[in-house]
């Protein structure tokens, strides 16, 4: 159930479902053989010897007429890291993330989908079987318009330098980042949206990220991350770009008290950090 806060203008998801989430239990539900512990898988890559597995969220932050939320689990390796993969892992991964983006795309009610990967206890991460979740929401949340009407400071991030490229995608350190080391990676194309990336350049980005991943967790001296894909809402054109925040750091009272978040690593030197982390 959402419920607009009057006072803020903020968005609450109230999900009594996810009180009852497991934290790091005994026998990890991710894991091949535990299969019957989780809702039924409606993907599974390349075939029932899964290396990909994608099933509802038995916890979800939204469901019914409101939209789904779905876990991928991304490797059957238990402590087989993100920037570890092989690219074929990557490859499966990638058509994971397309396919489920594009079948609850055309949900019913949907409005919005977001994808995003929460990484350590500080991200919020309750397993730690590496995973991602795509959720369908039945409203463009305020966070995406308002990236929508700001998009030119997306051209604006384009001119900053880059702490890593490649042909399609470029990785720099937002003029205001929210946390110490948080890095966005753009589309060079500034029409490219996540629906119609290549698998070519699916596996590239997801690349790019191993690399962002491994610096981040080395220069923060901590694993806990979040990546979140921001894919323009239905309609709308926008550069699509993916945002790493190092989690590391807790928000406190200066944030929740006034709004202004405190980071105590301005850009210029997390990019320095980064290129020799
Ligand atoms: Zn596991």
Known sequence: MFVRDSLSGRMVAFSSKRSKRPHRPTTCPFCPGAEALTPPAMLVLPDADWR?????????????KNGRHEVIVETPRHGEWFENYSGAQLALLFGAFQQRFAALSKA????????????????????PHEHSQILSLPFVPDAVKTEWKNRKALEVG??????????WFKVICPEASFFPYQVRVLAKDKNARFE???????????????????????????????????AASKGKVMRFFVDVMPRKAVWGGVELGSGVLVN??????????LKTA
């Not at 384009?158 to 042909?167: S, T």
């Open 108 to 127: 019913r009610n949907a409005r919005y989908v977001l994808l995003f990967k929460n990484f350590g206890d500080k991200s919020g991460a309750s397993i």
């Open 158 to 167: 384009m001119k900053r330098p880059a702490l890593i490229e490649d042909q």
């Open 264 to 273: 105590f690593k301005e850009p210029d030197v997390a990019l320095r950090d």
């Open 196 to 230: 119609s990336l290549s698998q070519e350049q699916g596996v590239a980005l997801l690349t790019l990220l191993q690399s962002v991943i491994r610096k981040v967790k080395a220069a923060q001296g901590a694993p806990d991350y979040t990546v979140v894909f921001h």
């Open 52 to 64: 990909v597995r994608v099933f509802p969220n038995a916890f979800p932050v939204v469901s019914g």
